[in-house]
Nanobody, 122 residues
Framework: VQLQASGGGLVQAGDSLSLSCAASGLAFWDKTIAWFRQGPGKEREFVGAISRIVDITRYADSVKGRFTISRDVNKDVVILQMNNLKPEDTAVYYC????????????????WGQGTQVTVSS
């Protein structure tokens, strides 16, 4: 069972980017999927999440209104759509999974993807 995050890249401030989180070996329509990020010299922080089954989303204040998380049930993919990117969004982005409801604590998530680099130039 694996999670794989993809879609990172180098963009300019104000651009948009879409990250995908896909699972192999399990269906995750009934799992909570979260995105975390870790910038250079920073601790890993919660970005947002989509809850199991009912797909309620929650976001960190720093990305609210700019980032959107959605789930494609048919493809077993969760999308992180990032708009109006800022240099401070530069980080390695990780997706993670848990069976319970949304939390912002990384320690609550039991399965992690490998991370994808997002770099935003000014």
């Amino acid at each position: 069972v694996q999670l794989q995050a993809s879609g990172g890249g180098l963009v300019q401030a104000g651009d948009s980017l879409s990250l995908s989180c896909a699972a192999s070996g399990l269906a995750f329509w009934d799992k909570t999927i979260a995105w975390f990020r870790q910038g250079p010299g920073k601790e890993r922080e919660f970005v947002g999440a989509i809850s199991r089954i009912v797909d309620i989303t929650r976001y960190a204040d720093s990305v609210k209104g700019r980032f959107t998380i959605s789930r494609d049930v048919n493809k077993d993919v969760v999308i992180l759509q990032m708009n109006n990117l800022k240099p401070e969004d530069t980080a390695v982005y990780y997706c993670a999974l848990r069976s319970g409801p949304v939390t912002q604590a990384s320690s609550d998530y039991t399965l992690w993807g490998q991370g994808t680099q997002v770099t935003v130039s000014s």
